[in-house]
């Protein structure tokens, strides 16, 4: 029997749990450092099929936005201690080898990747081969949520958060203005006294530049944000708190014929 793909997903490598793919319902993650959720879709999914709940496609291919992309990973939480954003990155690791089963071509499409994203460190050549780029620049998409007020109850669950009525609806992608649009502008701005955004005058940005950032009144935010954040310094600059919520999908088209 050809191998399946089998997708799980949790807080740590040594703790992880299948993924229902093309589900309905978003798979939890609650731990003392990030408390969020995630749902794996995958276009024409014939992989692991031992949990009946998978399901061989979902509705967010079939609009615009997700109509070319084949796979799609969504996630949306915060980390509760904070942090840098140029410590934040997405990727991939590998426990042994793959030089040895890397496809013709692969050191050429590692170059394509390189010019797609300027950004992205890799060796998959080593013992343990690995991936990463910045998460802020690489996602598809990846939209902020500044929550209205610091949580002071600390203890709160994952699942309790995701109830209060400041915390982002996660999109269910089922109609064309159900998904995840491109907006890191509350990243930048901070509340005054009368609860009124400011901008942070410690990031050194102007506000113009900022706006440009916001899908809904810019159409090329995705690719300014990712130029943006591709900078070092401007990674630096920006501290996510545990009051900052993110959404984001990481999603192509480019991957077929493997599930």
């Known amino acids: 029997m ?38 794996v879709r995958v276009k024409d999914f014939v992989g692991d ?22 796979y799609s990973i969504q996630v949306q939480g915060r980390f509760l201690d904070g942090v840098h954003c140029d410590n934040l990155v997405f990727g991939n690791t590998f426990d042994e080898p793959i030089r040895d ?14 010019a797609i994203d300027p950004n992205l460190k890799h060796d998959l050549y080593a ?5 990463f780029s910045p998460l802020l620049a690489t996602m598809y998409r990846i939209q902020a949520c500044r929550l209205g007020h610091i949580d ?10 995701f109830d209060r009525e400041d915390w982002p609806v996660f999109p ?10 491109d907006d890191i502008t509350p990243l930048f701005y901070s509340l005054d006294e009368e609860k009124k955004p400011v901008l942070d005058a410690n990031l050194e940005v102007e506000e113009g530049v900022v706006q440009k950032m ?4 810019n159409a090329q935010a995705p690719h300014y944000r990712a130029h943006w954040v591709g900078q070092v310094q ?6 996510l708190t545990r009051e900052d919520v993110l959404t984001f999908d990481f999603c192509n088209g480019y991957v077929r014929g493997a599930c």
């Open 2 to 39: 050809p191998p399946r793909l089998r997708i799980t997903a949790g807080p740590d490598v040594d703790h992880l749990a299948r993924v229902v793919v093309n589900g309905e319902e978003c798979m939890v993650i609650d731990t003392e450092a990030f408390q969020g959720r995630l749902m």
């Open 49 to 70: 099929t031992e949990d009946a709940a998978h399901k061989s496609s979902a509705s967010y291919f079939e609009h615009p936005y997700g109509s070319s992309m084949t």
């Open 101 to 114: 089963n890397l496809p013709y071509g692969t050191s050429l499409a590692l170059r394509f990747l390189s």
């Open 127 to 131: 013992d343990n081969p690995w991936a």
């Open 152 to 161: 002071e109850n600390t203890d709160a669950s994952a699942q309790e958060c």
């Open 172 to 181: 269910s992608c089922k109609a064309e203005d159900d998904y995840v649009y």
């Open 214 to 217: 916001n899908e809904k009144s």
């Open 234 to 239: 401007n990674r630096k600059n920006i501290k």
